[in-house]
């Protein structure tokens, strides 16, 4: 899950990010599309952490039979990290398997949340009338965490829009003549798989500072300790912007797991090309450092 980019690529990515921030709707605009809505929760619209909290708790409230909230820590400000278990009532397969899927471990990626938000919104609302859903429900536990960063979520609302680490409280460093002190983590390079190698930055003031141990931040650790309790088959991360649908590894280029070519290509292809059926949409496939770092 740690893709990782050379300085220069990164830079040239943030500056093709903030294009694409720029074309963003206008709030007038985005509440001009009147539909999907449910109870009140808009899915066409960015909505702020807490709007975002309220409607997984009123989901939860709604469909007890389906849903569970599950808070698996809290974040430097205090703010819940919430996984939420979607399975069905029937158990059809004699061992139940899992599905994970995060969004917004990168605060700015407004786009990763609300596509988690939209697909758990499906599962749990389908599920008494689609029998495809039903299925997955009934064979599989999924657990969905919309928001992995809600502090730098909340942050790139009301402060920096393009924030991207947590808020990690700030960090001082002295040079000659004055004293620089910088916040945040990238929790996508606070995890202990080649912590601190390329593509991760050993500066608090850099975007992709890694912290200062693996698992050192509230939000990746929660993560941690909560897979190993629950484990699970599939882990999907999402995040913005490229069309791209990475598989491991990503430490390094031209560097597979055993089951690459067999497993985890092979899915993501037929998965892609389920997405360009239905969407139009085209990914690239294949491991973050061969299609990243060119
Ligand atoms: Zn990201």
């Given at each position: 899950?740690?893709?990782?980019?050379?300085?220069?690529?990164?830079?040239?990515?943030?500056?093709?990010?903030?294009?694409?921030?720029?074309?963003?709707?206008?709030?007038?605009?985005?509440?001009?599309?009147?539909?999907?809505?449910?109870?009140?929760?808009?899915?066409?619209?960015?909505?702020?952490?807490?709007?975002i909290e309220e409607h997984l708790h009123k989901l939860r409230d709604e469909n007890p039979d389906l849903v569970t909230l599950i808070e698996i820590g809290r974040t430097h400000e205090n703010r819940s990290i919430l996984v939420v278990k979607v399975s069905g009532h029937r158990s059809l397969a004699p061992e139940r398997v899992s599905i994970w899927i995060d969004a917004g471990i990168h605060a700015r990626e407004w786009i990763a949340p609300a596509t988690a938000l939209i697909m758990l919104d499906k599962l749990v609302n389908d599920y008494k009338r689609d029998p495809e859903i039903q299925t997955f429900l009934d064979n599989i536990d999924w657990y969905i965490l919309p928001v992995m960063n809600p502090d730098g979520y909340e942050y790139s609302h009301s402060k920096n829009r393009m924030w991207r680490k947590n808020r990690r409280p700030a960090q001082c460093k002295k040079n000659y003549f004055h004293t620089i002190c910088c916040s945040g983590v990238d929790l996508n390079r606070n995890f202990d798989w080649f912590f601190g190698s390329t593509g991760a930055s050993a500066d608090p003031c850099h975007e992709t500072y890694h912290g200062p141990a693996a698992f050192s931040e509230p939000e990746s650790r929660a993560v941690k300790e909560f897979l190993e309790k629950n484990p699970v088959k599939a882990f999907i991360t999402l995040h913005s912007y490229s069309q791209l649908w990475l598989i491991p590894y990503g430490h390094r280029k031209r560097s597979y797991p055993q089951d690459y070519s067999t497993a985890l290509r092979p899915l993501a292809l037929r998965a892609t090309k389920a997405l360009n059926k239905l969407y139009g949409t085209k990914y690239a496939v294949g491991t973050g450092a061969d299609l990243m770092c060119k």
């Open positions: 899950m740690n893709h990782q980019i050379s300085p220069s690529k990164y830079t040239k990515i943030t500056f093709l990010h903030f294009r694409a921030i720029r074309s963003e709707r206008s709030p007038e605009e985005q509440y001009s599309v009147g539909y999907m809505q449910d109870n009140g929760f808009r899915f066409d619209r960015y909505n702020t952490w807490s709007t």
